[in-house]
């Protein structure tokens, strides 16, 4: 069960290493990605008790003070969101993401989303308003059972595609992250993924490894033990010691991309 909790925030749009700002509609994510860089934040600056992903607070008034941030600060690209996910289920109910993008929009200011969500597709209307807002979507393996250990609560892998390929024929960028790569699950067979992101239409490709973030090994250990205990000491010495492996995908992504020409940016 999640707990959640409607709180003001005292600032909305905030400067970012990512974009020139990034807004956050919410604090936690009801996605509760096993992997997920942001829990060791969060839990760090809130303090909260209780597992990632069972805790949540909507900024109600996130809306609101945009609209007079916006008239303040210099006009730049927003990226939503970098610690929470803009498009989790409960955007369904609040639309503060749908409000935020609007205000975005109408100040001219770019907008680039990134979701693990098929609801993103209700903004394309707004999103297609702007003359260079993107969307992203972030992909760790087109393997369903994977991905429901993994990122248990976020919409199917085909399913985020699916978004991605509307958001094409809507006339937006378009781009798939790919990452964080997790070992012998996301790499099984790379070409036949990397040619499925082609088919949507995508403009082009982040690719990232998995960092040892606070957190993320407490979280992903648990599920390997679980349901990979095979893979738990291959992922030790990978993400422990001098290993090649991320280097070795790494040339094997870039090889794949270019032969089928997809431009890929890595993130390591
Ligand atoms: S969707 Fe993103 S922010 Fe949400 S839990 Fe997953 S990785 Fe974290």
Redesign the pocket.
Known sequence: MVIIREVECRSILNKSAIANYCINPYVG?Q???RY?Y?AGITFRFRGRIGEW?EFLDVKINAATLLSKEVKKKEVGRVYLSS???PY?PIEEKYELTRRIIEILVQNNFPVTVQT?SRLVSRDFDLLSRGKSNEVGVTIVTMDEEASRTF?PF?SKPEERLEALGLAKDSGLKTYVFFGPILPFISDNDIEKLLLKFKDTGVDYMYVDRLNLRPMVWSMVSKVLLKKYPELYDKWKEILFSKSSYYDEVKRNVLKKSREIGLEAIFCY
């Open positions: 994510c996605h509760g990605c997920c942001a992903g610690l929470t996910d989790q693990k990122e976020s």
